[in-house]
């Protein structure tokens, strides 16, 4: 498949400044419970590809759906492409790649067959349903895909990459007096391996836990607090409200960002350190190369408290006269590769839970998230569940918390950072493309004066 690829490509590469094509080869098995009832049960198989072209900074894409339209569908992309430009294609510089980048198998869900792994889901979506009878309704599914990426471009690169995932996704909606509602939630996810979802009884229940212990919640009171972030709230929090900033072609368009966000510039303390890394293992966001061929980094985008580095593709680091970082990224070949962040988060610190919370004597500790917005640099997330702090001490539950404010003043009123660690699967939406799989996490984070929004 690769040679046929770069056949096709090697008579256009003089025609244009920049070519590339994606072929995406993929199959695929989902199955939902919505409460009691099988939902859905469905096995798909899918070949689509794109074509890049780029001529005097203007770019063209197309899709298609059948090697035998490969030919046409190039010239249809290299003639939009002379249409539309009329500048300079500025792109850094990358050497050419050649590689094959397999999946290191655990056991294979392409070998497990549809009704083994609907009697799975059963099982846990009845152990929700079983959990109290204020629960209302479940949604329980699992999915798998495997895919393998065929990448050439008119550099010389010639890449293929396979990429499994395996998910399950467990939620619950409970109901209790006058009518209060509350949610919890639960994923597991793999890059590798079926056996992860075995024997997760304990992960798949806390979800239904966490919707029945909310639901004696009293609405908190609304104010300024200390307020303790728990790892999964935290690294959403450093993906939505900051990650997003760190995009270059959001800041290269955005003027009143370029100011604020200088390279070099402070922006916490010594111990605040904010990575973008996708060379972790096992994570949704996790890759050699991203949809460019650029090797996957790990990036400090925050480096001792102090901004050091942005998100690239070729194109925005080619304008900025910057590195490109490994972040173009596209949802499948049907799409153009944008700047999407991996892997987000924030890195360790020192403190212990318990000296976290130790000299609190009125806060929050929020945990997990339910939803949110972010504009520009203000931010509104709502937690899925929160707890008072009382001195010193994790104190009664409280509901309806949500944290406002500006992103870079709550930068600065970081604290203090936990020496724990957690990530957790996610799905980002960006430029119509959603959910992308990247993973977010850190610490346990301390946050001084917070608005804290009750009901």
């Given amino acids: 498949m690769q040679d046929r690829l770069l056949d096709a490509i090697t008579p256009y590469r003089d025609r244009v400044d920049y070519l590339e094509i994606r072929l995406e080869q993929g ?4 199955i939902s419970y919505r409460g009691a009832q099988l939902d859905a049960v469905d096995r798909s198989f899918s070949l689509s590809g794109g074509i890049r072209a780029c001529h005097k900074g203007g770019w063209s894409f197309v899709t298609f759906n059948g090697l035998s339209e490969l030919k ?49 889901v059963e099982r846990y979506n009845q152990l929700l349903l079983d959990t109290d009878p204020r629960i209302q309704t479940t949604m329980s599914g699992y999915s798998d895909r495997f895919n393998t990426t065929y990448f ?3 550099l010389g690169t010639c890449i293929a990459q396979e990429r499994l995932d395996v998910s399950g996704r467990f939620g619950v909606i409970a109901r209790g007096e006058g009518g209060v509602v509350r949610q919890g939630f639960e994923s597991i996810h793999s890059r590798s391996d079926y056996n992860v979802l075995l024997g997760a009884e304990d992960r798949v229940h806390s979800a239904a836990k966490r919707a029945i212990g909310q639901l004696d919640a009293t609405s908190v009171k609304g104010g300024q607090y200390t307020v303790l972030l728990d790892p999964y709230l935290a690294g959403v929090f450093i993906h939505e409200a900051f990650g997003h900033l760190s995009e270059a072609d959001f800041v290269y368009e955005n003027p009143r960002m370029q100011e604020l966000l200088v390279v070099g510039k402070p ?8 990575v973008d890394d996708a060379t972790m293992p096992d994570l949704p966001g996790s890759l050699k190369y991203d949809d460019e061929g650029v090797p996957a980094q790990r990036k400090f985008l925050i480096k001792d408290g102090v901004l050091t580095q942005r998100l690239h593709n070729r194109e925005t680091a080619g304008k900025m006269h910057e590195q490109p970082t490994g972040n173009a990224r596209a949802m499948n070949a049907t799409h153009p590769p944008i700047v999407r962040m991996t ?20 806060g929050v500790y929020a945990v997990r998230m339910l939803g949110g917005q972010t504009n520009g640099e203000m931010f509104t997330f709502a937690a899925a569940e929160g707890f008072m702090i009382r001195d010193g001490k994790i104190a009664e539950p409280v509901s309806d918390v949500t944290l406002s404010g500006n992103v870079f003043q709550t930068l600065k009123d970081i604290e203090a950072i936990g020496s724990d660690s957690v990530y957790t699967n996610g799905g980002c939406g960006k430029g119509g493309q959603s959910p992308l799989p990247v993973s977010v996490g850190g610490p346990h984070v301390r946050i001084k004066n917070v608005v804290v929004g009750g009901r």
Wanted: overall charge negative; aromatic content about 4%; proline content about 5%.
């Fill in 152 to 154: 050439v471009n008119s």
């Fill in 267 to 274: 922006l916490g303390i010594p111990q605040l350190n904010v």
């Fill in 27 to 30: 199959e695929a098995s989902v």
């Fill in 343 to 362: 892997n987000t988060g924030i890195e360790p610190g020192d403190r212990t839970f318990e000296e976290m919370i130790g000299d609190i004597e009125e």
């Fill in 72 to 120: 046409g569908r190039i010239e249809e992309a290299i003639a939009q492409a002379h249409l539309v430009g009329s500048e300079t294609t500025q792109l850094a510089d990358v050497e050419p790649i050649q590689d094959y980048v397999s999946v290191k198998f655990g056991r294979d869900p392409r070998g497990i067959s549809l009704e083994e792994k609907r009697q799975l």
